[in-house]
């Protein structure tokens, strides 16, 4: 059974630092490219970043270029989100999903940034 628990969100003042963790298991995960995808209150879901299955090779959204890192230790079936400079507007529940069609999802956490 494939699964993605992510932890690591929680409260942060504006321009202050998270970083998230998605441990995988369930599937051989140096297999597979993984994204983070977020959803703010209200919204849609937004794509925030990708990281290809052996890590060499990012993308992110222009709305977090240069402020967010992906990263992943397929030794520990781990995704990581480096989340610097956080903004009000990054506030949202962060998903990471393998980059398959369709899909896994995992239950997301929290990020708040509020002062």
């Known amino acids: 059974e494939v699964q993605l628990v992510e932890s690591g969100g929680g409260l942060v003042q504006p321009g202050g630092s998270l970083r998230l963790s998605c441990a995988a298991s369930?599937?051989?995960?140096?297999?597979?490219?993984m994204n983070w995808v977020r959803q703010a209150p209200g919204k849609g879901l937004e794509w925030v970043s990708r990281i290809s299955s052996e890590g060499g090779s990012t993308t992110y959204a222009e709305s977090v270029k240069g402020r967010f890192t992906i990263s992943r230790d397929n030794a520990k079936n781990s995704l990581y989100l480096q989340m610097n400079s956080l903004k009000p507007e990054d506030t949202a529940v962060y998903y990471c999903?393998?980059?398959?069609?369709?899909?896994?999802w995992g239950q997301g956490t929290q990020v708040t940034v509020a002062s």
């Open positions: 369930g599937f051989t995960f140096s297999s597979y490219a």
């Open positions: 999903t393998t980059n398959t069609d369709p899909p896994f």
